[in-house]
Every structure is written in structure tokens, then in C-alpha cells.
């Protein structure tokens, strides 16, 4: 019986600003997130299963991701916590602001994303990789097996 990964890809436009960065990053701005959530484990074998064959129902898996990523960060600004930016949106009253321990890069959304995506995957199947596209030629990963 074979591993067999799946991904999902998962789409959210995100608004950001990146406290003391000395580049464009710096000004609010947003990006066309492109997240590529992969899965591994083996595929259930139990006859009468409802998902016989699957390693994950793809369905469940958008059941998992939505909330916690797209629903969340969908049309959001992050920022980091007590910035500058940070009081300043408090201040504005402003909608849809998601504050963060960490600087909102891919890097550190990846890292966050990975912990809270792993927490909520049914047993026998783990996270494999994630990739995140802030543009069309940038992106960031997460691999498992560089972090364990
Ligand atoms: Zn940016």
C-alpha cells in the first residue's frame, strides 16, 4: 500500500504591512495569496468506509483550511501587534484587522498556518508541505521534513 500526498489550492487576497521593513512592503498593500496545502498519508482500506480508496475526502480537507485561513484572512489587513500601524488602524476603527504575534511575511503566515492546519487533520494523514504565492513569480514553503 502506498503514501499518497493530495493538495488543495486555497485563494484569499490579503492586505499587509510589514513594520520597519526597508522596502515597498513597508506601505500598506495587498497580495493575491495562493496556498497549496499538502496532505500524505494512506489510503483507507476498510471495506464500507465511506471514503474507501481516500487518504482524505478533498472536501473535508476545504472544511479544515476555509475557516481557518480564508475565512479569517480573506479581505484582512495583518499586521504585527503594537506597531505603529497597529494603533493607527485601532484608532481608525478599521474592519477586518487581523493582529499577529509575528511580522505578516510568508514566512511567519507559513509557519502559523502550518501549526493550526496540523492541529485539525483526522488521524493517520499529516501535513506534508505548504506553498504560499504572495505574487506570480514569489513564493514561499513549509516542509515537514525540514522541520522535525
Ligand atoms: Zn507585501
Partial sequence: MSQIRL?????????????????LCSNMHGHSYILSVTVIGLPIQQKGHPKLGMVMDFGD??????????????????????????KRLVDAQFARVEVL???PTCEN???YFAEIISAQLPAGVSLHHLKMHETATSYAEW??????
Fill in 7 to 23: 493538495t488543495k489550492e486555497f485563494r484569499f487576497e490579503m492586505a499587509h504591512v510589514l513594520d520597519g521593513y526597508d522596502g
Fill in 61 to 86: 480537507l476545504k472544511r479544515i483550511v476555509n475557516p481557518l485561513i480564508v475565512s479569517r484572512f480573506d479581505h484582512a489587513v495583518s499586521v504585527m501587534e503594537n506597531t505603529p500601524m497597529h
Fill in 101 to 103: 504575534p509575528f511580522q
Fill in 109 to 111: 503566515m507559513l509557519e
Fill in 143 to 148: 516542509y515537514a521534513s525540514d522541520n522535525s
